[in-house]
């Protein structure tokens, strides 16, 4: 069962995707670390040893498994338990809705995973990858999950009330970090178009939920849409979900974070989403998704912190 917005979805023990409904869980805007370099970056990642830890990357066209993609549909139905290309599992809309596609036209060489998101309200698309073995299977000091993609968003507000990223959940459903961005002004005027938000399981409003953050305050901080570069991670053993997105490429990151209630939790999937919270029929938006990279690594230590310029001093919630 899994409980997005506070709604329960009774599913098949092999699913492990599910649906949304109208409302956002909204937590408000996040707390702020600060704007890093490209290298301070690397650092607060653990440098170059977190190229040996990675649990699952794929540019679309092979991955980390040794599988070959082909262009066209990913998914083997909508399910949620047929597996696709390489495993991919997809879950609401129909199997067109998910294509591997060549990215020339958006100015980027290589390709991307495309997820076409519905103009109806309270929809849902998922596209996901079982992780559970490779984490259980990670070195035993690994306890920060990290993820980094790229996204592309449009420069048209078309008015639709689709959100759309990366979320990494656990057996119990509760997302220990994702990111997301909106794709129109059809949630309300509360929250642009290209709105950047962060997503992971705490107590709120809600009382305990999945809950969105704002990242961007109350503009869009991917003022000219395009390419934008992603990073998030839960700390298992603190709770501490972590989110970053770079606007130059991959030059500088801005970065915030927040303490969750997912402490001790395990990774179980990695689903790229996306979700209509409208209230009303809206319009559709299409996701285009680059690169994904998911790893397990070691916590950074006090120095390592210290030199990126981060807060080594939070402290896990009593």
Not at 83 to 100: E, F, R
Not at 161 to 187: K, P, Q
Not at 234 to 254: A, I, L, M, R
Not at 290 to 315: D, E, I, K, M, Q
């Amino acid at each position: 069962m899994r409980s997005i917005c506070g709604v329960c979805v009774l599913l098949t023990s092999a699913v492990l995707s599910s649906a949304a409904h109208a409302e956002l869980a909204y937590g408000g805007d996040a707390a702020v670390l600060g704007t890093f370099t490209a290298e301070q970056l690397q650092a607060i990642r653990g440098g170059a040893e977190y190229k040996s830890s990675a649990l699952f990357s794929t540019d679309w066209s092979s991955d980390s498994r040794g599988s070959s993609y082909a262009l066209g549909g990913i998914g083997g139905a909508i399910d949620g338990v047929t597996p696709g290309q390489a495993g991919w599992k997809t879950y609401g809309g129909s199997v067109n809705s998910y294509n591997i596609a060549t990215t020339t036209d958006l100015g980027r060489a290589g390709r991307a995973l495309t997820v076409s998101g519905s103009k109806k309200a309270a929809t849902y698309r998922y596209a996901f990858q079982d992780l559970s073995s490779q984490w259980n299977a990670r070195r035993a000091t690994d306890n920060v999950l990290w993820a980094e993609y790229e996204q592309y968003t449009p420069g048209t507000d078309a008015g639709s009330a689709n959100i759309a990223g990366l979320t990494m959940f656990d057996s119990s459903n509760r997302a220990l970090a994702g990111m997301g961005v909106g794709y129109g002004s059809g949630i309300g005027s509360s929250h642009p178009h290209r709105s950047v938000y962060g997503i992971a399981y705490n107590f709120g409003i809600s009382g305990f939920d999945n809950y969105y953050y704002r990242l961007s305050g109350s503009g869009a901080p991917l003022a000219n849409g395009g390419w934008t570069k992603f990073a998030t991670s839960f700390n298992k053993s603190t709770g501490v979900v972590q989110w970053f997105y770079s606007v130059d490429g991959g030059s500088s990151y801005t970065g915030y974070y927040i303490n969750s209630w997912a402490a001790g939790a395990s990774l179980s999937t990695a689903d790229f989403r996306m979700n209509n919270f409208g209230v009303f029929d809206n319009a559709g938006a299409t996701a285009v998704f680059g690169n994904l990279n998911v790893y397990a690594l070691p916590t950074p230590g006090a120095a390592v912190l210290a030199l990126a310029g981060a807060l080594c001093s939070r402290r896990r919630r009593a």
